[in-house]
């Protein structure tokens, strides 16, 4: 028996460490760590609502935008403000493409030399990746001579000896498993993702101002003026149909390089839907509304909860059934860490008791992570885009049962299958698919708006805070690329006095809780193969299959806090202590138990 | 094998002619605001054999730098630019993970030292000896200190960087601070902005690999061609500012046409950084141009210093808002109430410049390459 430790956990967002337990080649135990911690809810208190969109942003870059939008959601339901159509769409496109650009980016540069060897590229020979190529795909970028130009890149890089970003890699290892065309093919797509990626998110750079972190929301809708008859219009004639040609462009890549990657890929690794199976409990809380984000069966994408890998029953989601647990976290509770918290009852007290630095191994039978323990009627659930897939499929969408079923046929996998690995690889390719049909729509209503002279982007019915009630408490959910996201307020005397977030890679990457209940990425790594502990390369398959991202998933909750700003910085006074009161919030409760 | 090669043959094996190359140079050259002749030399040394390494440092961050430079445009030629480097150590996207990662650092660590760059991204958290954040089991305030301690230069991207950032705002719980004040006395350059515009920070590689020494900075150590002057001077929405044409309400008339945005809250007058000229993701937009204020992200302490972000800039009591925006910057700065701010005379007051309150004088080192501005 040996402690396999991976830390940095690299090709991720954050700072994440894992450490396994590795028995006659198979992981036998799994602990997962979040290594940062910096505290944004602590200091969004005291601040504007209004800007606290801008600050929750910052809590990832990764997954920009997203926190964005939750915290607007969350404050316009504190407010009881309805967004006008056009500021629905816009959200909706910037959501959409978001998730679509995050998937991709994913796939090829976050996840894809888990299993590409680039260096065996260097053994294919070009015309037969030509054919390879032309067999998956349309793509017109497949000639010998375009596969021997990338060659002769890869040839050049390992000939000058620095590889620059792909030097540490775990080349030659022996679960790599692609024929050496394959691996070229992959490179070369992994180049040209690159080019994708940076083309398609100028849709975030006209509706946002720039990407990453996008710099249009408002409390009541969008910056993004739109008038049909003006050229200095953020959104105008000339601006749809640029949307319209890099959403367009994303298509064509997504269905044509994407998702034949994908499935190719898988082809060579079907074992890997055996593996990373996890807790087989899945939550979504749904989005892209088609009118008020107070409708949820209106949603684009479904919300609901399947327990058990049971998808005959889609449970209702009820808000007020989450909690927290920090049994193996480094905070303490008042009440005890054997308890669970509802986060509107929630309180954070750090307190740091791992090892001391530097440190070799952690004591995994304490406390163990910056991450809590969220939990929904106090069991583990994985969110993401395979719960999604897996919620919509479920709940008999139409589309998303006829994509998942011709994947499933090609890669000739029963829908057990998806409960993997390359599950959770396969369903994020489908839901691209699926948002870079849907973002046409959104653009061409949009367009339909204002040619119909409907030109409203901002409710600013409520911009003034004199018009706010003393107090007030709201909430705002959203799917976020990882999975389930939400955000919760409460407004007291025009400033936040408390913010909270829970984050999907928090349900995804916490530790145990005080059952000794796994969190999900703990539970995928069991019965992960290992043919070489000093190389664990299996264990980024899995951990990487759920996309993490470490930044968002350190959280606090806050307590009463004074106001910030530009009146008392010249005067900084940084408090000494960093133990938080209780929330003495019934009225948060409430909130968070889905009444106002 | 393939001999070793220089960009320029990198290029023109990839099939860019050195005409586009020497436009690349040209571009470039054009953002660091050299003259026509600085083209050849950059030219020149992009054509050196041998690939500088470069390490980037991720600690208090949300990766939003990373981010921003995966979306660095002109994306054939600036592509060339990083693989003029050795890229070898950035956990978001490198290829090594666990020790073989934290292998790939030490070895630049001891063998390249004096000689290697280092980006640095995030803040560095202080308190409780630093156990905010571990990478490997070692804090943060560990590796920077080793390993920017050996580095020719540092190059802080992004706000948290430069000055702790969001971090460090108030009541900055892990006693984040940014990494001049984290590792003292080493030699650094700062890219601040939330994120850094990589374009800017392409621009500084290309200068320090060309010349050998820094681009010109100013006393917080930014380069002066991409934070010398007040985005409020190079705003296209200008015009609107000083004819008095400004958005009154969100969506309302001059909102659709364009006009200023500093009833609004706009922070263009006081923030120093080239967001209009350079814009972002292939030169297509900047948040002004999006119709959203300016929030200053580029500078000092921003987030404490220049929020609510909602809120109009102080302005002379009685005279209305149209005064110049260096006045505005400068009764800031003087930390005076606006109502005394003696010069405003009770007219419009124009084309009278005053530095940004966040910019002190020029310094006098690093200042090799001022003649060429």
Redesign the interface.
């Given at each position: 028996m040996a402690r396999v430790v991976i830390d940095p956990v690299t090709r991720i967002e954050g700072h994440l460490r894992i450490e396994t337990e590795v028995n006659g080649g198979r992981v036998t135990d799994a602990w997962s760590s979040g290594t940062m911690f910096r505290g944004i809810e602590l200091i969004l208190r005291g601040r504007d609502p209004r800007e606290a969109w801008i600050w929750a942003q910052r809590i990832c870059g990764v997954c920009t935008t997203v926190h964005a939008l939750a915290s607007v959601r969350a404050v316009e339901n504190a407010l009881g403000i309805e967004i006008p159509d056009n500021a629905r769409l816009v959200r909706n496109i910037i959501a959409g493409s978001q998730n679509v650009h995050d998937h991709v980016v994913h796939f090829y540069h976050l996840h894809a030399l888990d299993w590409v060897d680039v260096t065996l590229a260097l053994k294919a020979d070009p015309a037969k990746t030509s054919q390879l190529a032309m067999s998956i795909s349309e793509w017109p970028k497949s000639s010998t001579t375009y596969f021997k130009g990338v060659q002769d890149r890869v040839k050049a890089l390992v000939a000058s000896r620095q590889l620059s970003l792909f030097s540490s890699g775990d080349w030659g290892h022996p679960a790599y498993q692609l024929p050496p065309e394959a691996n070229l093919l992959a490179v070369a797509h992994y180049i040209e993702a690159l080019d994708m990626q940076r083309d398609f998110i100028r849709i975030h750079a006209v509706l946002g101002g720039k990407n990453p972190h996008l710099q249009t929301y408002l409390v009541g809708g969008m910056s993004t003026a739109i008038d049909g008859n003006e050229p200095e219009a953020v959104i105008n004639p000339e601006r749809i149909t640029l949307f319209n040609e890099l959403a367009a462009r994303a298509k064509t890549f997504v269905q044509q390089v994407y998702v034949p990657d994908v499935l190719a890929i898988a082809g060579f690794y079907k074992e890997w839907f055996g593996y990373g199976e996890g807790l087989g409990n899945f939550m979504a809380y749904g989005d892209f509304p088609s009118g008020s984000i107070n409708d949820p069966s209106d949603y684009f994408f479904p919300r609901g909860i399947l327990m058990g890998r049971d998808l005959s029953k889609v449970h209702p989601v009820d808000p007020g059934q989450v909690s927290e647990y920090v049994t193996h976290s480094w905070y303490e509770y008042s009440v005890g860490d054997q308890t669970s918290r509802h986060p509107a009852e929630g309180e954070t007290k750090p307190k740091y008791s791992g090892p001391k630095p530097p440190f070799q191994q952690l004591d995994t039978d304490a406390k163990y992570s910056w991450l809590k323990s969220p939990r929904y009627d106090d069991k583990p659930m994985e969110v993401g885009p395979l719960a999604r897939t897996l919620i919509a499929y479920a709940s008999g969408d139409a589309q998303v049962q006829k994509t998942v079923n011709a994947v499933l046929a090609k890669l000739n996998a029963p829908p057990a299958a998806l409960y993997s690995t390359l599950g959770r690889i396969a369903a994020r390719a489908i839901e691209a698919d699926i948002l870079i049909e849907k973002l046409p729509e959104w653009i061409a209503q949009l367009d339909d708006n204002m040619a119909h002279g409907d030109i409203r982007i901002h409710n600013g019915e409520k911009w003034d805070p004199e018009s706010w009630p003393k107090s007030c408490a709201g909430f705002g959910l959203e799917e976020a690329p990882r999975g389930s996201l939400g955000h919760w307020v409460e407004i007291e005397n025009k400033k936040i006095v408390n913010y909270q977030a829970i984050v999907p890679s928090t349900w995804n990457a916490g530790p145990r809780d005080a059952h000794g209940q796994r969190g999900a990425y703990e539970a995928a790594l069991i019965n992960t193969p290992i043919a070489d502990p000093e190389r664990p390369l299996e264990v980024l398959r899995t951990v990487h299959s759920f996309d993490p991202c470490l930044a968002c998933a350190v959280h606090v909750i806050d307590g009463k806090g004074r106001s910030y700003g530009r009146d008392v910085v010249a005067a900084p006074e940084p408090e000494g202590s960093m133990s938080l009161p209780q929330v003495p919030a019934a009225q948060f409760v409430a909130v968070m138990q889905g009444g106002k | 094998?393939?001999?070793?090669?220089s960009v320029l043959d990198?290029c023109r094996?990839?099939?860019v002619s050195r005409r586009q190359f020497m436009e690349f140079c040209g571009a470039m050259a054009a953002t660091l605001a050299l003259p026509k002749g600085y083209t050849q030399t950059i030219a020149n040394a992009l054509g050196q054999k041998r690939?500088p390494?470069l390490v980037w440092l991720?600690?208090?961050?949300?990766?939003?730098?990373?981010?921003?430079m995966?979306?660095?445009?002109h994306?054939t030629v600036e592509?060339i630019v990083l693989?003029t480097?050795?890229?070898?150590?950035?956990?978001?996207?490198?290829?090594?993970?666990?020790?073989?990662?934290?292998?790939?650092l030490k070895r630049v660590v001891d063998e390249e030292k004096g000689k290697y760059l280092v980006v640095v991204e995030g803040s560095i958290?202080t308190a409780?000896?630093?156990?905010?954040?571990?990478?490997?089991?070692?804090?943060a305030l560990?590796i920077a200190r080793e390993v920017c301690s050996g580095a020719a230069v540092n190059i802080a991207v992004g706000s948290c960087a430069w000055d702790g950032?969001?971090?460090k705002?108030?009541?900055?719980?892990?006693g984040?601070l940014g990494l001049h004040e984290a590792v003292p006395g080493i030699k650094v350059v700062n890219l601040p902005g939330?994120?850094h515009n990589p374009t800017n920070t392409a621009a500084v590689l290309v200068h320090y690999l060309t010349f050998g020494v820094l681009p010109a900075l100013d006393g917080y150590d930014r380069p002066l061609f991409a934070y010398g002057q007040l985005i409020h001077d190079q705003c296209e929405r200008r015009a609107h500012y000083d004819a008095g044409r400004y958005v009154q309400?969100?969506?309302d008339e001059g909102?659709?046409?364009?006009w200023c945005l500093f009833k609004m809250g706009c922070k263009g007058p006081e923030a120093n950084y080239n967001c209009p000229t350079v814009?972002?993701?292939?030169s297509?937009?900047?948040?002004?141009?999006?119709?959203?204020g300016c929030?200053a992200c580029a500078s000092p302490?921003f987030?404490?210093?220049?929020?609510?972000?909602?809120?109009r800039l102080p302005h002379p009591a009685g005279f209305g808002v149209d005064v110049t925006a260096g006045e505005i910057g400068w009764t800031v700065v003087a930390?005076v109430a606006a109502a005394t701010a003696a010069h405003a005379v009770g007219h419009v007051v124009r084309d009278h410049f005053h530095p940004g309150d966040d910019e002190p004088p020029v310094k006098e080192a690093e200042k090799t390459t001022t003649e060429v501005h």
């Open positions: - | 094998m393939v001999a070793e090669e990198t094996r990839r099939g690939k390494v991720e600690f208090q961050d949300c990766a939003g730098n990373t981010e921003a995966l979306r660095s445009t994306p592509e693989e480097l050795s890229w070898e150590y950035h956990e978001t996207i490198m290829a090594g993970y666990g020790k073989h990662a934290e292998a790939a958290p409780d000896d630093g156990v905010y954040c571990t990478i490997g089991g070692r804090t560990d950032g969001i971090p705002a108030g009541p900055n719980p892990t984040a939330c994120p309400a969100w969506g909102h659709r046409k364009g814009r972002f993701n292939d297509t937009s900047w948040p002004v141009k999006a119709g959203h929030i302490r987030w404490d210093t220049k929020s609510p972000f909602y809120e930390g």
